[in-house]
C-alpha cells in the first residue's frame, strides 16, 4: 500500500490519463489510438515503446472487432504489464541465498538519488536479517562519502571507506573482502557519478570489476543503474551511457512520487531489455518497492 501512497502524489499520472482518454467514446478508433500515442510520448516512455504499444493494442483491435472503450482499458493495461512482464526479473532475491556475499555494484549520475536508494536498499536487506555491508567507492566526491556514513549510521550497517581521492577500486576491493570475512550477505558498493566520459568511466567501471573479482570471481553479481524517473530523456540518455560502459543487469527508478512521468519506467526496461528492479517513492528509508509489473499499472489505474 506503500506503492499507492507514493504514486498517489503523482496524482494526474499518465496512466490514469490514457483511461480517461478512452472513457464516454464507444468505439476505438484512430482518434482515440492518436490520443494515447501522444499522452504516452508526453509521459516520456519513449517513442520506440510508443509505438509498440499502440501496435499491438490495434493488433487486439482489429481482431476483436467489436471492442468497446472497456475493453480497451483492459487491453492497454494487459499489454503494458506483459511488455514490463517481459523483462522482468521473477527471481529478485533468489541469488542471494546462493552467493555470499552478494555483491551489487550500484552506478548512476549524481543527483539521480543513488546514495538515498542504496540506504534504502541496506535497510531492505537488513530487515530481512542479513548481513550488510556498504563500501563507499564514491571517492570523487566527499559528501558522497559523508552522505553514505549517515546512511550506514542511520540504519545501522557497516561501511568500508577510504580517504577522499582514493582510487575507488581499492575501496571496493576493501569492501568485498571485509564482506567475506564479516560473513556479510550483502555488499553493496557505490560509485561515482560524474558525467565523465565514456572511454573513463568504462575504464573506472571495469577496474572496480576487476578488483573485486581477486576476492569474488563472479562479483558483482548485480549491477543496479539508479535512474531518476522525472527526468524523461535524460534518463533514456543515462541509460544509453552506462548500457554501454558496463553490463548494467537491473535498474532502480526513483522519485516517481513527485511525477506525473512514470512513462520511463517503462520506455527504459523496454529499450534496453534490463528489468526494473526496485522503484523509490519517496525520501524515507522505507520508501523503495520492489517492482511488480502487474501492482505498477494497477496502482496507476484506481
Ligand atoms: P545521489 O547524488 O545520486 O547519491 O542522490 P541522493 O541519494 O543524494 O538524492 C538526491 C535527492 O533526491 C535527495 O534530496 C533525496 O532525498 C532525493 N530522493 C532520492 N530518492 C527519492 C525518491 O524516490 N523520491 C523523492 N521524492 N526523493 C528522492
Redesign the pocket.
Given at each position: 500500500e506503500t506503492l499507492d501512497k507514493g504514486l498517489e502524489k503523482s496524482g494526474n499520472n499518465f496512466i490514469s490519463k490514457m483511461s480517461k482518454a478512452i472513457v464516454g467514446k464507444s468505439v476505438v478508433d484512430e482518434e482515440v489510438l492518436d490520443e494515447l500515442e501522444d499522452i504516452l510520448i508526453a509521459s516520456d516512455v519513449g517513442s520506440e515503446t510508443t509505438i509498440k504499444i499502440i501496435k499491438r493494442i490495434e493488433a487486439r483491435v482489429s481482431k476483436d472487432k467489436y471492442l468497446n472503450t472497456t475493453e480497451l482499458d483492459v487491453i492497454l493495461r494487459e499489454e503494458i504489464t506483459n511488455l514490463l512482464s517481459e523483462n522482468a526479473d521473477n527471481n529478485n532475491f533468489g541469488e542471494i541465498s546462493t552467493q555470499k556475499p552478494y555483491v551489487i555494484m550500484v552506478v548512476?549520475?549524481?543527483?539521480?538519488?543513488?546514495?538515498?536508494?542504496i540506504g534504502k536498499l541496506a535497510h531492505h536487506f537488513k530487515s530481512e536479517g542479513k548481513k550488510v555491508v556498504l563500501g563507499a567507492a564514491d571517492t570523487f566526491r566527499a559528501a558522497?562519502v559523508d552522505?553514505l556514513v549517515i546512511w550506514s549510521e542511520r540504519v545501522g550497517v557497516n561501511i568500508v571507506k577510504q580517504e577522499m581521492g582514493s582510487d575507488p577500486a581499492s575501496v571496493a576491493f576493501d569492501a568485498v573482502q571485509s564482506g567475506v570475512a564479516q560473513d556479510a550477505d550483502v555488499v553493496i558498493i557505490d560509485t561515482a557519478?560524474r558525467l565523465h566520459n565514456k572511454i573513463n568511466l568504462m575504464n573506472e567501471l571495469s577496474k572496480i570489476k576487476r578488483v573485486m573479482q581477486k576476492v569474488i570471481p563472479n562479483a558483482p553479481h548485480e549491477v543496479l543503474l539508479?535512474l531518476d524517473g522525472s527526468t524523461g530523456q535524460n534518463a533514456f540518455e543515462q541509460a544509453k551511457q552506462f548500457t554501454a560502459a558496463t553490463e548494467v543487469t537491473s535498474l532502480a527508478v526513483?522519485?516517481?512520487?513527485?511525477t506525473a512521468k512514470g512513462g520511463v519506467v517503462i520506455g527504459i526496461s523496454d529499450q534496453f531489455q534490463i528489468p526494473v528492479k526496485y522503484i523509490?517513492?519517496?525520501?524515507k528509508m522505507t520508501?523503495l518497492q520492489l517492482f511488480n509489473g502487474k501492482e505498477f499499472v494497477d496502482s496507476f489505474f484506481k
Open positions: 548512476g549520475v549524481n543527483g539521480v538519488g543513488k546514495t538515498t536508494t558522497a552522505q557519478g539508479v526513483t522519485k516517481l512520487d513527485g523509490g517513492v519517496g525520501e520508501d
